[in-house]
């Protein structure tokens, strides 16, 4: 018998219709119809529209629905934490309200992520009122629902474990990603590889192959259905390489880094997607910060197998703001890892190197409050 969590997986996960016979409906307007129409829609609204009958809960469920939904949302890219969910103009410089959009059922919530419209959320649980445990959740932020991967068990035992999430363009598919490492003094003594398909009717890990123990490094990106990260072959060292897993084929591939180039692999920096292409940004920290403002630096990934970079600079004035993310239109947005009020966001354009301010009004009821980037 299908258990209440397989349900809810399905639930949240359902990539494309299962309609077996359309004709039981009478519903008079056309899918593509209802697809161009609630895609325009806050999530909230979307959620609403689930409601609606079987039929429109299939429709928004598919694929289709979901890439065009988010098409339309890197235009207005969103700030998210466990409270308010903000929007935003393009004004140069703007004022926005937040509105309260969802509870998720998390009890600490160390890091958020997100790829193909799903958010996943690194939780930290209290079991038996004593064992302290880190997992990770899949939330639907457009119907609220959750689901809990299963833990990994790895056939040795393991120091170190990091968790990344991939999707695959073609066969539409995400896949999550779990290294398990131990080591001796400075060398990585074993690794292991576990792979999990979330749109599949069993969910559970695969141990697969690399062929080259390293230790990676906590950030990624997916970009066009490849995974990147940084790694070094030695533990607690510097990284020396970008680690490229291919979702798809769930095959591995490495670009070493050269000395003239290490700053891409700098602890400072973080792997982003720029212009389809692998970069990688300057953590703006307190460090990067003066009385005229901020400056940092941006390596470009422009030939993988050449294993050439381009180093872009940046100077802005702007107050201080700790956090930082990027957005699907290649704009650089700055912000306190805090609300206050006020509470105010600077969006830095790359391309034409113009700022813009945006003020977030009704914050002052969450002040004090954690915030993460959904970008």
């Known amino acids: 018998m299908e258990s209440r969590q397989q349900k809810v997986h399905q639930s949240i996960l359902t990539r494309s219709s ?13 899918v593509d119809l209802i697809i161009e129409i609630v895609s325009r829609l806050p999530e909230k609204s979307v ?20 890439e065009t939904f988010l098409a339309r949302s890197l235009a207005r890219p969103q700030l998210f934490s466990s409270f308010p969910h903000l929007s935003q103009n393009t004004d140069e410089n703007s004022y926005v309200t937040a509105n309260y959009h969802m509870n998720l059922p998390c ?21 038996n009122g004593s064992k302290h445990v880190l997992v990770w959740k899949i939330c639907n932020p457009i119907t609220g629902q959750c689901f809990t991967l299963p833990e990994v068990k790895p056939h040795k035992g393991y120091s170190w474990i990091l968790t990344f999430f991939g999707y695959d363009p073609i066969e539409k598919q995400v896949k999550v990603l779990t290294i398990t490492w131990e080591h001796e003094g400075d060398n990585v ?26 230790s990676p490094s906590h950030d990624g990106v997916c970009i066009s259905g490849v995974l990147y990260y940084k790694a070094s072959e030695k533990a607690f060292s510097n990284a020396s390489m970008i680690v490229c897993f291919d979702v798809r084929s769930e095959k591995y591939n490495f670009i ?49 197998r050449k294993e050439e970079w381009s180093k872009h600079s940046y100077k802005l004035t702007v107050c201080r703001s700790y956090s930082f993310g990027v957005t699907g239109t290649n704009e650089i947005v700055f912000f306190r890892d805090s609300l206050s009020a006020p509470f105010c966001v600077f969006y830095y354009n790359l391309e034409r190197k113009t700022i813009r301010r945006v003020q977030i009004r009704g914050m002052r009821k969450f002040e004090g409050k954690k915030i993460f980037k959904l970008f």
Not at 20 to 26: A, G, K, M, Q
Not at 259 to 275: D, K, M, Q, R, W
């Open 18 to 30: 299962n309609l077996t016979n359309t004709e039981e409906y009478s519903e008079p307007i056309p």
């Open 47 to 66: 959620a609403r529209c689930r409601c609606v009958s079987k039929f429109w809960a299939s429709i928004l469920s598919r694929q289709e629905f979901t």
């Open 107 to 127: 009890e600490r919530i160390y890091t958020v992520r997100h790829i193909s419209g799903l958010v996943y959320i690194r939780e930290h649980r209290i079991l």
């Open 189 to 214: 003594i074993s690794n292991e590889h576990h792979v999990l398909t979330l749109e599949t009717d069993k969910v559970s890990w695969r141990r697969i192959e690399c062929g080259a123990p390293h």
């Open 256 to 304: 070493r880094v050269r000395e003239s180039s290490s700053g891409a692999v700098h602890p400072t920096t973080t792997l982003i997607n720029y212009n389809s292409k692998l970069a990688s940004l300057t953590t703006p920290t307190m460090s990067y910060f003066d009385e005229d403002g901020i400056s940092f630096d941006m390596w470009v990934l422009q030939d993988p």
